[in-house]
C-alpha cells in the first residue's frame, strides 16, 4: 500500500517533558515550493488538521492572488486561519499568535496534530520564540504615516528610519512599506527603536519540527514562479481586483492590498505601470518575496531541509512527517 492511501497515523501529541507545551509540525517554504501539495498529502498519512501561516490567506475575497487552496482542498482536511478577515482589516502576528496558541491546543486535545503550513515567516517566528516587547498598532499615527508616505514616498520613510533606528533600517527594502512603517510607528510610541527592544518569551518554548521546503536550483524556483503568476492573470486576477476596488473602502495603503500580485495590480491599474508591464512587475515581487522567505529559512540552522525540486520530495516529506507524529525525539529548539 502506498505512503498517500495507507491508514492515517494517530500522531504522539504528548508533549516532550509533561510541560505542557505547544506541540506542533511546521512546514515552510518560498512561494511556488509546493507547500499545499505537501501539507495535503500529509494529511492522508497522518490524522492532522492545518493551521495556515499566510498572512495573505486570512483575507475573503481575494483567492487568485493569493493562491488559495480550492473549496475541495479546504474539504478534505480541516483548514484554519483562511476567510477570516475582510481586506479593510488587518491581522497582526500578535493575533495569529492568539489564534495559533489556541488551535493548537483545541487540535491537540481532539488527539490530532496540529499542521502550520506557510511562508509568512513573522508568524512562525513570533509562534517559537515569542513576539517582541512593542506597542500596538496605533490607528492615528499610521493614517499619519501614510499620508506623509503619499507625499513623500517610502524612500523618504525609509530614509528617516535610517536615522532613527539604522540596524532596522538596514534589512528592510526601502519599498517594503508595511514593515517601515511598522518600524517608524515602534520608535515614535515606544520612544526607542525596534532593533533596541529585546524578544521577549512569555510561555515555554514549542517542542516542534520545522521542514522547510527549499530549492537546490533557483532556477527551478523561478519558472514556477513566473508559471504561477501567468496562470493567476489567466485565471482573472485584474478581475479580482477590480471588484475589490469597486468597494470604495479599500485603498493600497492596507496591509491586504500590499500583498504580492495584488499592489502590482493596483499599481497598474490607477495607470502608475503599464499593464504591459504587469507580468514582469508581479514575477519580479513575488521573486523578491521567494528571496526573503529562503533567507528566514537559511537562519534557522535545525529545521529539516526537503530539496523541493528533487524527485523524491514528497516522500522525504512524508517520512520526516511520520517520524514526528509518532514520537517526542528531536523537536526543533526555539531559540
Known amino acids: 500500500m502506498s505512503a498517500l492511501a495507507a491508514t492515517p497515523v494517530r500522531p504522539d501529541v504528548r508533549r516532550a517533558d509533561g510541560s505542557g507545551r505547544l506541540r506542533y509540525l511546521a512546514l515552510a517554504g518560498p512561494t511556488a515550493a509546493g507547500k499545499t501539495a505537501a501539507a495535503l498529502a500529509i494529511a492522508q498519512a497522518q490524522l492532522v488538521e492545518i493551521i495556515s501561516v499566510d498572512s495573505a490567506l ?72 515569542g513576539l517582541d516587547d512593542l506597542p500596538q498598532a496605533n490607528p492615528a499615527l499610521r493614517a499619519e504615516l501614510e499620508a506623509q508616505a503619499r507625499a513623500q514616498g517610502w524612500a523618504a520613510l525609509h530614509a528617516e528610519l535610517a536615522r532613527l533606528d539604522p540596524a532596522t533600517a538596514a534589512r528592510l527594502n526601502p519599498a517594503d512599506s508595511q514593515r517601515i512603517q511598522r518600524a517608524l510607528e515602534v520608535c515614535r510610541l515606544a520612544g526607542q527603536p525596534m532593533s533596541a527592544l529585546h524578544a521577549r518569551q512569555t510561555s515555554a518554548p514549542p517542542d516542534w519540527l520545522l521542514i522547510a521546503l527549499e530549492p537546490e536550483q533557483r532556477a527551478w524556483l523561478h519558472e514556477r514562479i513566473a508559471q504561477r503568476f501567468e496562470a493567476m492573470l489567466t485565471n482573472g486576477l485584474i478581475d479580482e481586483v477590480q471588484r475589490l476596488r469597486a468597494r470604495g473602502d479599500l485603498h493600497p495603503d492596507l496591509p491586504s492590498m500590499r500583498c504580492v500580485g495584488y499592489r502590482q495590480v493596483w499599481a497598474a491599474l490607477d495607470g502608475q505601470s503599464p499593464l504591459t508591464e504587469l507580468r514582469e512587475r508581479g514575477i519580479s515581487a513575488t521573486r523578491q518575496l521567494a528571496k526573503r522567505q529562503l533567507t528566514w529559512l537559511r537562519a534557522s540552522p535545525q529545521r529539516q531541509v526537503v530539496a523541493c525540486d528533487a524527485p523524491d520530495a514528497l516522500a522525504q516529506v512524508l517520512r520526516l512527517a511520520r517520524g514526528f507524529a509518532q514520537t517526542n525525539k528531536q523537536p526543533c529548539n526555539s531559540r
Open 58 to 129: 486570512v483575507y475573503r475575497g481575494m483567492d487568485i492572488g493569493t493562491a488559495k487552496p480550492s473549496a475541495a482542498e479546504l474539504a478534505s482536511v480541516p483548514h484554519h486561519l483562511i476567510n477570516i478577515r475582510d481586506p479593510l482589516n488587518s491581522y497582526s502576528a500578535a493575533e495569529f499568535c492568539a489564534d495559533a496558541r489556541a488551535l493548537i491546543a483545541d487540535i491537540t486535545a481532539r488527539g490530532r496534530l496540529a499542521l502550520l503550513v506557510g511562508g509568512t515567516m513573522l508568524y512562525l517566528k513570533a509562534l517559537s520564540q
